[in-house]
């Protein structure tokens, strides 16, 4: 197949020209994928010179292939000649930051971010920044929103006259009258703003910053509040409460439920920009109004950020402010009528007790744990139970176990088997922190129960965590209590129950050491190897080969081996197999 003229150099942009054009999406996708092999073929001349151009006059494909094609030319600089020639890569990145998908000129505007870089600081002005102003200042709001991510790559390398030209391009996205473009304009004020000279911040950005902050849309105005803390980091304290605070003070009183919401996810970057003063004179106002917010989504976002907003509070009043301003509040939040926003609360409203210390947690705080231990809501009571340990520093759990055993009993019984699975999964932190005698009195049982579940993810879960249990309590306490209730359902009638034995002993076998292995479960696996279910038996050659390493030699050769040698002659392929397996991995063939 050569070119057209019948060179055979012309082979590989031949081949490419025939793979775009076809109907099949996934081969040009697959043609695309491998353009730095072609371009390795063709040498970095001719990649510049045939497929550069060919691909920029080519563009006009399926959004999948333009997107593939965009992530590969970021990584092509070494393939045209090095940074001497990376601006040959411009051309068709700009065709592809001004398409109409988005996370085209996303990607697009992503390999432009890299290969600037890449760029000498005269290359930088000669092309990258025209490429830059050609974007600003295009027909369509496609490429002006791709402009607005590229200011901030090329501004710290350009000379004073260029950067005071970026800078006006940038001021005139920020009043560009379609909303998409000062939504992307608003999304990298605060990344611009990094690398602009102060003074600049200061005259251009800040009322930039006012006027995206006060935009007639809502998706601009809640980009701006990422912006504050940017910009907030950059200014000292005097210009903070001429500047930004009436912007904040605003944006925490937004008519729209999103930008309000913006302000309690980004309430603890804002609290450690604006530093410890403005903080007690201002933010905690602003959070007490983001707490008691009409809209749910917005109080549940501040009520994550409880934990955070009192633990950054300035050492010497933060017990009083969180006493007075903030407790009443959370008080407030325990028995919301939102199932989200108490579920949030209850996920970081343990870490205040290692922050109030004893006596507050007993007397202000032990009575909020305790009545969410009794929510009718599953995760409320999980994420409690979840972040107990918090407590336990501070006031021993003992405090607690009275509520805590029936929310643990309703949670280990939930309908929803995800719900059990979770709290499966934290009972050997709550067993390593009730102690041994609390768990075998009031929890040992649920443990077993889980065992014959009719959930396989619950019976899975909890053989790990019997295993984990003995890895707590210890080989001793697992022979007195565990062992004997285990090998007892190797005579249940269920036969998914007699294999919940033999998953028992697998995970057992190695914490309880040989001797409890060799004495106690041993002959129950080999007995179970005359089971009339053949998954039983099969799962008995895969016990005998998962325990076989804890065993003796003797053990092995006198007791193992003539069981799994009838087991490989068993009528049932899968045993024979297994059982088969077994033998060669312990050398027993």
């Known amino acids: ?126 092309h990258f920044v ?30 004073s006259t260029v950067k005071a030209e970026i800078r006006q391009h940038f001021r005139n996205l920020c009043s560009d009258d379609t909303p998409m473009v000062r939504r992307a304009a608003a999304s990298k004020l605060g990344e611009f703003a990094k690398v602009l000279e102060l003074e600049y911040v200061k005259n251009d950005l800040i009322p930039l910053f006012t006027n995206l902050a006060s935009d007639e849309q809502d998706s601009v105005r809640l980009l701006a509040v990422e912006a504050c803390v940017n910009i907030a980091e950059l200014l000292p304290e005097e210009d903070l409460e001429a500047h930004v605070l009436p912007t904040l003070r605003q944006a925490t009183e937004d008519k729209s439920w999103r930008v309000r919401y913006m302000v309690a996810d980004k309430f603890s970057e804002l609290q450690k920009a604006v530093g410890p003063e403005i903080t007690k004179n201002d933010l905690v106002p602003a959070f007490q109004n983001l707490l008691k917010d009409c809209e749910a989504e917005v109080r549940a976002a501040a009520a994550h950020k409880v934990k955070e907003f009192c633990e950054n509070l300035p050492d010497d009043g933060r017990e009083t402010i969180i006493m007075s301003h903030i407790l009443p509040y959370v008080k407030e939040l325990v028995s919301d009528t939102n199932q989200h926003v108490k579920s949030a609360l209850a996920s970081v409203i343990m870490g205040l007790s290692t922050i109030l210390g004893k006596d507050n947690t007993i007397e202000h705080l032990l009575p909020l744990f305790l009545a969410q231990l009794k929510d009718e809501c599953p995760e409320v009571r999980l994420n409690i139970i979840s972040n107990l340990d918090c407590v336990n520093e501070v006031i021993g759990i003992r405090q607690l176990s009275q509520s805590l055993l029936p929310a643990i009993v309703e949670l280990a019984e939930d309908t929803k088997w995800r719900v059990r699975l979770a709290i499966i999964e934290y009972m050997p932190l709550l067993a390593g922190q009730l102690g041994v005698e609390f768990f075998d009195e009031k929890l040992n049982s649920l443990c077993m129960a889980w065992l014959v579940d009719h959930v396989y993810a619950i019976r899975e879960a909890a053989t790990n965590n019997l295993m984990k249990l003995v890895e707590k309590f210890g080989a001793e306490w697992a022979q007195n209590t565990i062992v004997p209730k285990v090998l007892a359902m190797a005579n249940d009638p269920n036969y998914l129950h007699r294999m919940t034995t033999l998953f028992c002993v697998n995970a057992l076998s190695e914490a309880c050491g040989k001797e409890i292995t060799t004495k106690l479960m041993l002959p129950i696996v080999l007995k179970m190897a005359a089971d009339q279910v053949a998954n039983v038996r099969f799962n008995v050659a895969r016990s005998l080969q998962r325990i076989g390493p804890v065993l003796d030699d003797t053990t092995l050769q006198s007791d193992v081996k003539p069981i799994l040698l009838k087991l490989g002659q068993d009528e049932d392929m899968d045993v024979k197999y297994f059982a088969q397996e077994a033998m060669t991995v312990l050398a027993l063939a």
Not at 49 to 70: G, M, N, S
Request: aromatic fraction near 6%; charged fraction near 25%; glycine fraction near 6%.
């Open 1 to 126: 197949m050569a070119g057209a003229d019948g060179d055979d150099s012309l082979y590989p942009i031949a081949v490419l020209i025939d793979e775009l054009r076809n109907e099949d999406v996934q081969l040009r996708l697959n043609s695309i994928k491998k353009l730095s092999t072609i371009a390795l073929a063709l040498g970095v001349e001719r990649t510049r010179t045939e497929l550069l151009p060919f691909l920029t006059d080519t563009i006009y494909d399926e959004d999948e292939v333009l997107l593939a094609l965009a992530e590969q030319l970021g990584s092509f600089t070494s393939l045209v000649g090095g940074s001497e020639f990376v601006h040959c890569l411009l051309p068709p990145l700009e065709s592809l930051a001004t398409v109409e998908e988005t996370v085209v000129r996303d990607k697009a505007v992503d390999s432009l971010r890299k290969i600037s870089n890449e760029h000498s600081p005269v290359d930088l002005e000669a």
């Open 130 to 159: 025209p490429l830059v102003k050609r974007l600003a200042s295009g027909d369509w709001f496609t490429s002006r929103t791709s402009a607005c991510g590229l200011f901030s790559v090329c501004y710290p390398r350009v000379s």
